[in-house]
């Protein structure tokens, strides 16, 4: 994603991110040359304007010539995300609670929502993280598993190449591009494939026959490992 896309993900319009993006490149500046800069009618400037600073993006200058000023970007995503971990905070207390956990099959798709699935999995963590995995794969998910590590979570992974790191339990071996299997505290499992998009799939489940079936998986790739056959 470039500057503008990445700043809608914090609530902006695409005319409010370009000129939030032309306040930060300029300073100071009123709606008019606002307008001039950006080639966006005066009266679409003005009302993005309005919401760049109703939204925390910019602030207003008074005089005789009323001038709009950025936000610095640490400065607005910083609030913007205490405000949202506040509102978290919040929606946790007030939850509704769920009657029945669900042991179905759960199909997450794209490779986005996968990586964010295997980051909350191993985030909720107690005890114990197997996974399997690209070199690729595993730098995604590098900063939650360090954090795993500090929780006194045992961490086995099996994987094309060799961490930079002792307390990790590593089993090297030739891996298919884009397959993963995670298993957590024997209680979450998530295998499939990434890297294809919005067409990657995977499936998460805590059922229990999946678990065990990807848990022996996972134990026989380890003894050929043991056993010096490393699948080519």
Do not use: W
């Not at 000023?69 to 640490?74: H, I, Q, R, T």
């Amino acid at each position: 994603m470039d500057f503008i896309e990445m700043m809608m993900q914090f609530n902006l319009t695409r005319q409010e991110a370009i000129i939030y993006k032309i306040l930060l490149q300029e300073g100071e500046l009123t709606g008019y040359e606002v307008a001039k800069i950006t080639g966006i009618s005066r009266s679409n400037t003005y009302s993005s304007l309005s919401g760049v600073v109703d939204k925390g993006g910019a602030n207003v200058i008074e005089g005789n010539a009323m001038h709009y000023v950025a936000v610095p970007v640490e400065e607005f995503c910083n609030n913007k995300i205490r405000s949202m971990k506040d509102t978290m905070n919040e929606l946790i207390k007030i939850k509704p609670i769920k009657r029945v956990e669900t042991k179905g099959y759960i199909t997450i798709k794209s490779d986005l929502h996968i990586i964010d699935k295997m980051k909350n999995i191993i985030n909720n963590s107690k005890k114990r993280i197997y996974i399997s995995a690209t070199k690729e794969i595993i730098k995604l998910v590098s900063k939650e598993l360090d954090e795993a590590l500090k929780r006194d979570i045992k961490i086995v992974i099996i994987t094309d190449f060799y961490l930079d790191n002792n307390n990790y339990i590593i089993y090297i071996n030739n891996k298919t591009q884009d397959q993963i299997r995670l298993i957590t505290d024997s209680k979450n499992v998530m295998t499939g494939n990434i890297f294809d998009g919005e067409n990657s799939t995977c499936l998460y489940s805590k059922n229990e026959n999946l678990i065990n079936l990807i848990k022996e998986s996972i134990k026989n790739e380890i003894k050929i490992i043991e056993l010096g056959i490393s699948k080519k």
